[in-house]
């Protein structure tokens, strides 16, 4: 509105590095309190929307590398991280063959080593029994599935229980009895793979989370940085197996 009283219709184009900058600069204001930030966290983990987030962005992924959005097949593995002195006692426990105490964090993951699924349980809670759950939930969230590979460390009874309850045939990748030292087993490498990306994160290299429903919210979080950056292309094909050099 002008001084005469006169109301313009301007439009104000501001230039995309100045808008960066502004947005940034306000919601670095907004989260400047711990509390806020564990606060939109928390919001988003509860309502859902960081579910939502993540799996979006998992199918722009697998489209980007060729492939359906729905997956035919899947990877399970576990993998235990230490705990920090503020974990309670009654959701942690003590992994006697790795000999770490706190919790564990089971993973579902695809051919293309993207989390399907992720459980938070105690470090003493076997595989074969998280893994219980894990199917289930996979199988509910994902019925294009119908196989699934694993160690022996899920072998036994599971493998008929997925079979009868939920029509999927459980796969076990074994070592051979002669194999000594580190090998790349077929199928295993990509959730293994994936557990060793989880660990660049500094927030899951030690488990410091309270809730085990925030420790599987930060797991996503760490995919979700993840996918965004292959997407725009900060490291393409970086999905794909590495092919193996020559000499």
């Known amino acids: 509105m002008d001084t005469h009283g006169r109301r313009h219709n301007r439009r104000v184009v501001v230039p995309v590095p ?47 590398e060729g492939r359906s959005p729905d997956p035919t097949a899947a990877t399970v593995d576990s993998q235990s991280p230490r705990a920090a002195t503020n974990i309670p006692r009654s959701t942690s426990g003590w992994d006697g063959g790795k000999k770490v105490g706190g919790r564990k964090r089971h993973l579902a993951v695809d051919c293309l080593g993207l989390v399907l699924a992720v459980a938070v349980t105690a470090a003493s809670v076997q595989d074969r029994d998280a893994a219980v759950p894990l199917l289930e939930r996979l199988r509910t969230m994902y019925f294009s599935i119908r196989l699934v590979w694993a160690d022996g460390g899920y072998a036994g009874r599971l493998v008929g229980w997925a079979a009868e309850k939920l029509q999927l045939t459980l796969e076990i990748v074994k070592r051979t009895d002669d194999t000594s030292g580190f090998v ?9 793979r994936t557990l060793s990306w989880l660990m660049r994160s500094r927030r899951l290299v030690r488990d410091y989370e309270t809730l085990p429903a925030m420790h599987e919210a930060m797991v996503l979080w760490s995919m979700t940085m993840l996918m965004s950056s292959r997407l725009a292309g900060h490291r393409p094909g970086a999905f794909s197996r590495p092919t193996p050099r020559a000499g």
């Open 184 to 192: 790349v087993l077929p199928r295993r490498w990509v959730v293994e």
């Open 18 to 64: 100045q808008l960066s900058t502004f947005v940034c600069t306000r919601l670095t204001t907004f989260l400047s309190t711990p509390t806020r930030v564990h606060a939109f966290a928390r919001r988003w983990q509860v309502t859902g929307l960081l579910t939502e987030l993540h799996d979006r962005l998992r199918d722009k992924v697998r489209q980007k």
